[in-house]
């Protein structure tokens, strides 16, 4: 029977394997049905995948001991126990690389500055360097590995557990300024963006949930001391196995929060448009729809001349567009069949464009892809 910080270990990996299973189940079917399915997604169930095993690892680790005083636990469960809980230090490390990647990909998809687009990738080979450092210390840490929980081996090889104490301390490192790094970064990414300013702060805080995630990161670092605590190692250590869930399942959760708002919306029928670009106050007039920019810097010149007669009313119009006149004769606004205007209509356009810059375009499009994410 589980008792002690076994217990609770084992009722938090339940809790956030259950809500990271939920929100990512919703993320994805979201996702799909508006055909924005990603990179990005995939990476997050991969990391939902590792995260799995890597809370049934811990589980098992805790149903040999983990969590358990010394004197609570026979010889032979605390060796099983130390083998479960060196397999989940593999899982955990692992299982970080696809959520912290998913999140800067996601962030990705919505930015064209080069800096902003160095720090992202620079965040996500930082985190697959400590990971792969991190797996390869594991699995030397004793030689043969075995020996890391089977004590009995002769002529086993073991390094100081200085070293598992300064991984978990650079893993630890590395994991807080990937989450607050993506954290900050969407108010810059998103500043130039034409959406109403009440929304583009949603969306910053949406988006910047991620940080939650470091903060079970920085309690745990209190923890990682534990590892030298031979009398008494396997109930020290739980205290790291539960925080780390704790991250990882903050970490899948908030990335995919992110993108239930318009199941949010759905449900609680909130009228309000997450895609009310432009001026900033009027939303899209039609759902699904852009709203589209002048993407010359010069004005395009259009000549347009409308002749026909009517049968009822007259109206003149005059539009300038550097150089536009329109004259329509009947009824306004009858349309241009002759049948539905009462007469004969001949229309004679000359358009001039000069194309000019595609920033208001990659806006547009990155406006797109922000309602996309959420």
């Known amino acids: 029977m589980l008792k002690q910080m076994a217990l609770t270990l084992v009722v938090v990996n339940g809790i956030f394997l259950s809500l990271a299973c939920i929100t990512l189940g919703l993320r994805v079917w979201i996702r799909s049905t508006r055909g924005a399915l990603g990179t990005d997604d995939w990476l997050l169930l991969v990391g939902l995948l590792l995260f799995a095993v890597t809370v049934a690892m811990s589980t098992m680790s805790a149903h040999y001991g983990l969590g358990v005083h010394n004197y609570g636990a026979s010889a032979a469960e605390m060796q ?6 060196a397999l989940w230090q593999l899982f955990y490390v692992t299982s970080t690389v696809p959520v912290k990647a998913s999140i800067c990909i996601s962030l990705l998809r919505i930015t064209t500055k080069k800096l902003f687009r160095g720090i992202l990738w620079a965040l996500i080979v930082l985190s697959s360097i400590s990971t792969f450092m991190a797996c390869v210390v594991v699995w030397s840490t004793c030689r043969p590995m075995a ?3 089977d004590k009995s081996i002769k002529g086993a090889k073991c ?3 200085e070293m598992i104490i300064a991984l978990s301390y650079l893993v630890s490192g590395v994991n807080v300024v990937t989450d607050w790094t993506c954290a900050i970064l969407p108010a810059f990414i998103l500043w130039d963006i034409q959406m109403r300013t009440k929304l583009k702060f949603s969306v910053c805080v949406i988006l910047g949930m991620g940080a939650a995630a470091s903060t079970a990161t920085l309690i745990r670092l209190k923890a990682i001391p534990s590892y030298r605590n031979a009398n008494d190692y396997l109930y020290g250590i739980a205290e790291i196995a539960i925080w780390s869930t704790v991250e990882i399942g903050l970490g899948i959760i908030a990335g995919s929060v992110a993108t239930l708002k318009p199941l949010f919306n759905k449900v609680f029928g909130s009228s309000t448009d997450p895609s009310s670009y432009a001026d900033g106050r009027t939303p899209r007039p039609y759902p699904g729809s852009y709203r589209l920019h002048d993407v010359s810097k010069n004005k ?3 000549e347009t001349t409308i002749t026909g007669r009517g049968e009822n009313d007259r109206s003149d119009i005059s539009d300038e567009d550097t150089a536009s006149q329109r004259r329509i004769l009947g009824r306004a606004g009858a349309g241009l069949s002759s049948k ?8 004679t356009r000359d358009i001039s464009v000069e194309a ?7 806006s547009t499009e990155r406006e797109r892809r922000v309602a996309d994410m959420i």
């Open 159 to 161: 390094s100081s557990l």
């Open 80 to 85: 099983n126990g130390v083998m479960y809980f």
């Open 340 to 347: 539905q205007n009462g007469g004969g209509i001949t229309v």
């Open 356 to 362: 000019g810059s595609n920033a208001d375009l990659k």
């Open 300 to 302: 395009s010149a259009i």
């Open 147 to 149: 020996a890391t929980w």
